[in-house]
């Protein structure tokens, strides 16, 4: 059985596998090695909701996790890292930011490890691990689910990357200088292990060079608070935001070097590693196997949910939920019914700038009603103890969320 990286970069666009004007020959080299999803749909605009989607092949209402923190995956829901366990896999999850092990996304772990937000793998935490790959120290077979915090602000970009040369923005040189730290952890993964590179959600950038220091100059100068925040996530579905980059690397079950431009989804990882494992899929998942889409262009056909669960602690009326299918993206707010819905032909408008719902009332209702299905089978919410959320918003506190 092969080892399995699941590396996961945090608020890592679509466009940074390429299309980023920015150097990255470790990522290019993966790209040359695998199957590229070039129109991978994230399930939440949210860290902690996208992981637990990611683990179990099923949207958000499903498996129970809504927001950031306090809320904890349905019991009655395998995940991968069970499943690979009880097969032979010793699995291990090395993460941080919200993801800790309150919200349920442990579950199935052998090792379930949580550092500061601040530790990177340049620092001595990733250089032991990388160490311990590359001298097959994991008792094998291992799954490995590797959840990096360099491209979600303040952004990590180390000494040798700073400046415009390494880009226009901090993103992308933190992107550069990523991209260099990644180089010697793949070097030491066996070239027969499978490895997916995933980013849990998107960013909303300011990519012009003077834009970007005026905006952070009067950040600096007024403070964030007096400033209106115009990079980040979680506050809507648009394109920036659940696009996402996908890429599989499996030798001898994946054909190198393939390009896939099909709308395929976060739900859809869990199915596809199974798939490639040769490991039975569960029946009842919301994601399916991409394999043959890579491996025999099928086309699957697939369209997605999607949702934004808004600030911590916001009011419900900030919520969003919606439907892109390959043509068109349809969005709501739930809990705000004055709020009008909105409908996008992605086809003739890629920017989402031109709401056409009131030309196009029966597929606003046909996407509506697929969104209302979703929302059907919606858990029953596992709410926390009072002693576990005092952890989660202390962890969110220290990440800046709450006050």
């Known amino acids: 059985m092969p080892n399995v990286l699941l590396l996961l970069v945090d608020c890592m666009r679509a466009d940074a596998l390429g299309g980023r004007d920015v150097e990255t020959p470790t990522l290019d080299s993966l790209r040359a090695r695998g199957v590229r999803f070039e129109q991978a749909i994230a399930s939440t605009s949210t860290t902690t909701p996208c992981v637990a989607s990611m683990l179990t092949g099923t949207y958000s209402p499903r498996h129970g996790v809504r927001s950031i923190g306090g809320e904890r995956l349905h019991p009655t829901l395998a995940t991968l890292p069970e499943l690979l366990r009880d097969a032979g896999y010793h699995t291990i999850a090395e993460v941080t930011g919200p993801l800790g092990p309150e919200s349920g996304v442990d579950r199935g772990f052998v090792e379930y490890n949580v550092r500061p937000a601040s530790v990177y793998l340049s620092d001595e935490w990733g250089q032991e691990l990388i160490r311990r790959v590359r001298q097959r120290e994991l008792p094998e077979p291992w799954f490995l689910f590797l959840h990096l915090w360099e491209l979600h602000t303040p952004r990590k970009v180390s000494a040798a990357h700073q400046g415009r040369d390494h880009g226009g923005n901090r993103y992308n040189r933190a992107l550069a200088s990523l991209d260099t730290t990644l180089a010697p952890l793949i070097a030491a993964v066996p070239d027969d292990s499978v490895m997916v590179v995933h980013g849990d959600h998107g960013e909303r950038l300011i990519d012009g060079y003077f834009a970007y220091r005026w905006y952070r100059l009067q950040r600096d100068l007024l403070g964030p608070g007096r400033v209106q925040k115009r990079e980040g996530h979680e506050s809507d579905v648009y394109e920036v935001l659940i696009r996402v980059p996908l890429l599989v690397v499996a030798p001898e079950r994946m054909p190198a070097g ?111 009603s697929r969104v209302s299905d979703v929302e059907a089978r919606a858990a029953a919410p596992e709410t926390l103890s009072a002693d576990e959320q005092a952890i989660v918003e202390q962890r969110l506190r220290d990440l800046g969320y709450l006050e």
Not at 287 to 313: K, M, T
Request: charged share 25%.
């Open 258 to 368: 393939t390009r896939v431009g099909q709308l395929v989804r976060q739900i859809d990882i869990m199915a596809t590693l199974l798939d490639l494992l040769d490991h039975p899929v569960p029946p009842d998942l919301d994601g399916v196997s991409l394999v043959p889409a890579a491996f025999a262009g099928v086309d699957l056909e697939l369209e997605a949910f999607v949702e934004a669960c808004g600030r911590v602690y916001g009011k419900p009326t900030e919520r969003r939920h919606g439907w892109r299918t390959p043509h068109w993206k349809y969005i709501a707010a739930p809990f705000a019914p004055d709020l009008p819905e909105e409908l996008y032909d992605l086809e003739q408008d890629p920017e989402e700038r031109s709401n056409v719902a009131a030309a196009h009332p029966e597929m606003l209702a046909k996407l509506r």
